[in-house]
């Protein structure tokens, strides 16, 4: 039995790791509150018998989790099976909390630092004492993108990490003006190179647009945003598109938007 110990305010980025384990173990092998416990069940009762049969208890450790007695009561008897040899306990860091002092002999896995794609990776090899497994999907989409009115000329766009690091900052700002429309310049990276290259002509998914491509030396991190200002300079209003991240040569992801 694979055991996932965490708190409910982290189910966005959890859901995706249990799925992806129920896919190569089994719905019935992976011990994940949404679908192991039902209405009518014992919460205690399921957790106890979940605890009595897994192998493998991952401690999704976040600054929630750590927060919530209950958890720390899990995987601190998760703790004691393991002393015993009667299960495995791995660590998970989701975000940017610090490690309880007893784990931090122990080597977890980092999506924080490493990201979602990787860290399931990680936990299947655990499970499979190998590293051929391949991840094959990303469902939680950890950047996002933000866009404000800052006037009547002019829009900020914010470029987020929510949870964990991205080492790789490459986006795509597409929009429907020409150059000689629209001035588009990156804010507070003084010190930091920055690329712009502009891409006329595109057509992303069945709309023609053009592109500002823009490479970050730095990695977008939690609380770091990368913000992008898009200005009006004639008397066409500015038609903004989207904005995709690149994952792979040749490959782009439409990130969520969020207008403030």
């Not at 966005?12 to 192991?36: C, Q, T």
């Not at 122990?106 to 990680?122: H, M, N, P, S």
Request: hydrophobic share 40%.
């Amino acid at each position: 039995m694979i055991f996932l110990s965490h708190n409910y305010q982290d189910k966005a980025i959890v859901e995706p790791i249990a799925i992806a384990l129920s896919k190569v173990f089994g719905v019935e092998n992976v011990f994940y509150d949404s679908w192991s416990m039902q209405p009518g069940e014992g919460i205690i009762d399921k957790m106890n018998q979940g605890l009595e049969n897994c192998k493998y208890f991952f401690f999704l450790v976040s600054k929630n989790s750590l927060a919530i007695n209950m958890v720390k009561l899990v995987w601190q008897n998760a703790l004691y099976k393991s002393t015993h040899n009667q299960a495995r306990l791995i660590p998970v860091k989701l975000d940017d909390c610090l490690m309880p002092a007893i784990l931090l002999q122990t080597l977890y896995v980092d999506i924080f630092g490493k990201g979602l794609e990787f860290g399931i990776r990680q936990m299947i090899d655990v499970i499979n004492n190998k590293n051929t497994f391949q991840a094959e999907y990303q469902t939680y989409e950890n950047i996002r993108g933000y866009i404000k009115q800052v006037s009547n000329d002019e829009f900020e766009l914010e470029i987020k990490a929510e949870t964990f690091m991205e080492p790789l900052s490459k986006y795509i700002v597409l929009v429907k003006n020409t150059q000689n429309e629209i001035s588009i310049n990156v804010k507070g990276e003084i010190l930091m190179p920055t690329g712009q290259t502009f891409m006329p002509n595109l057509n992303v998914d069945g709309i023609d647009c053009n592109g500002f491509y823009y490479y970050f030396s730095r990695a977008t991190v939690p609380n770091y945003p990368i913000r992008i200002s898009i200005k009006k300079i004639s008397a066409v209003p500015i038609n903004f598109v989207g904005i995709y991240k690149t994952i792979g040569e040749d490959k782009v992801r439409l990130i969520p938007l969020i207008i403030n």
